[in-house]
């Protein structure tokens, strides 16, 4: 069972930023694409960002273009959401993930292609 602990959770206050980090093991990081989920209370998980396996292209949900950022650090098997400007809406949940196919063409959005989950941070956004 591949693990992926995904860290950097917090409160923060409305406009304010957080860096979340995903770390996993090589084997996943150099083939799968990774992506970021998340959950607020009552709600459906939803998708937020993903980068391809190669770190050549990304997808970003509507609601958080120009205001997240996903990168990579190769060195350290680790995939980062950068979260700016951040709203009270943004609050919840939120998962890394894996995708389920190894070296896949395009970058996924739907919650079920991805495999691996992390455990969780809680990022807490206060007006």
């Known amino acids: 069972q591949e693990q992926l602990v995904d860290s950097g959770g917090g409160l923060v206050q409305a406009g304010g930023s957080l860096t979340l980090s995903c770390t996993t093991s090589?084997?996943?990081?150099?083939?799968?694409?990774m992506g970021w989920f998340r959950q607020a209370p009552g709600k459906e998980r939803e998708f937020v960002a993903a980068l391809s396996w190669s770190g050549g292209h990304t997808n970003y949900a509507d609601s958080v273009k120009g205001r997240f950022i996903i990168t990579r650090d190769s060195a350290k098997n680790t995939v980062y959401l950068r979260m700016n400007s951040l709203k009270p809406e943004d609050t919840a949940v939120y998962y890394c993930?894996?995708?389920?196919?190894?070296?896949?063409?395009?970058?996924?959005?739907?919650?079920?292609?991805?495999?691996?989950w992390g455990q969780g941070t809680q990022v807490t956004v206060s007006s």
């Open positions: 993930a894996a995708d389920s196919s190894y070296r896949r063409a395009r970058v996924v959005a739907g919650l079920g292609e991805y495999r691996y």
């Open positions: 090589g084997r996943i990081f150099s083939s799968y694409a």
